[in-house]
């Protein structure tokens, strides 16, 4: 029955806190090598359906299958070894201020892995030369910009060689330059590592140069209103929410 293309299989999903109901009956397939984007209004819970998929948030009605596996049902440690094939970029890039770069990155390597102290050193060279941060292993997160923080949360992310990286909203706060260049070492990780991806953001930009496949969570609806490679969803909108959210309210016409 398992699609050995899908790595992450969603069924029934309903998302609540409590008595309020979030996200209801969602049903997705995120495939191998996706750079799978998740849409949507500010506060119709992309963040958190991005919790429940990485398993910080335990899911209480529905289904998720990772690899074939279970992972709803999954007994505490079969849901850890999943955990630790994630890679997640926070909003902020959320790095340790008092640590270095190069401290910040070891981190991960030091807590799951026993690598010498040499081969994790070696590590956390190769991982800050792939986000183009060679060098800065000794700065603190406070003497580098924006744009450099997040690639070195990505640096961070991709510590342990995950076969899936979560960013939420990765070009928040970043100038276009910035994010342009986020979002080409977003696309070289998916292409030269394989790495699946799984984008929570709202910019234009992003979602037709890098997504391949996409959600649209509708917040009146509580469900899926769009699904779809994002260029197909412009040019055949599924409905009125979904080309009003990819052309900006009617503004764009042709991306
Ligand atoms: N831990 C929580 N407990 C209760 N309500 C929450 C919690 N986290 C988020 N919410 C609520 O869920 C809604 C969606 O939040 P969120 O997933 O952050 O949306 P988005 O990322 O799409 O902006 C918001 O109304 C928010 O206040
Ligand atoms: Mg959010």
Redesign the pocket.
Known sequence: MTNSQVKIEVSGLT?A??D?V?LKNLKFNINKGDVFIIM????????????VLTGL?PVTIGKIMIDGINFTSASQDVRNEIMQKNGILYQGGALFSSMTLAENIALPLKQYTNYSEKLISELVSLKLSLVGLTGFEDFYPSEISGGMKKRAGLARALALDPQIVYF??PSAGLDPISSKMLDDLIMEINQSLGTTIVV?THELNSIFNIGTNSIF?D?NTKSITGYGNPKDLLKNPPNEEVYKFLTRGGERKNA
């Open positions: 998302i806190y409590g309020f979030l949507g209004g500010s506060g119709c819970g992309k963040s958190s359906l991005l919790r948030t939420d909203e929570v969570l917040g």
